[in-house]
């Protein structure tokens, strides 16, 4: 069973600049696809970006040259570097972790709240 939790949210301004980290227990950050999902009010949960096996790495079109993904193999964590940042509702970000695309074994955290504000 993996275990996932959130760190890193907060309260940005427009422009600025967040770390969220996540802390993975019961698997290895690179023998897993490791995601970063964004939740907003009245909206779907969609990916934000994720990492194959510790290499490579995709993300959502809004969010490229601005957000970065990565892996720690000696801590175990994933992390999501967020430059730029713009201002949006508030969203709740979640770490997943998974085997593969095609499996039903997904894995989440409790999510860490992000909120930009002017």
């Known amino acids: 069973q993996v275990h996932l939790v959130e760190s890193g949210g907060g309260l940005v301004q427009p422009g600025g600049s967040l770390r969220l980290s996540c802390t993975v227990s019961?698997?290895?950050?690179?023998?897993?696809?490791m995601a970063w999902y964004r939740e907003a009010p009245g909206k779907p949960r969609e990916l934000v970006a994720d990492?194959?096996?510790?290499?490579?790495?995709n993300y959502r079109d809004s969010v490229k040259g601005r957000f970065s993904i990565s892996t720690d193999i000696y801590t175990n964590t994933v992390l999501l570097d967020m430059k730029r940042l713009k201002h949006e509702k508030p969203a709740v970000y979640y770490c997943?972790?998974?085997?593969?695309?095609?499996?039903?074994?997904?894995?989440w955290g409790q999510g860490t709240q992000v909120t930009v504000y002017s």
């Open positions: 997943n972790a998974k085997k593969s695309y095609i499996t039903a074994n997904n894995y």
């Open positions: 019961g698997g290895a950050v690179d023998d897993h696809i």
């Open positions: 990492i194959i096996n510790g290499g490579h790495s």
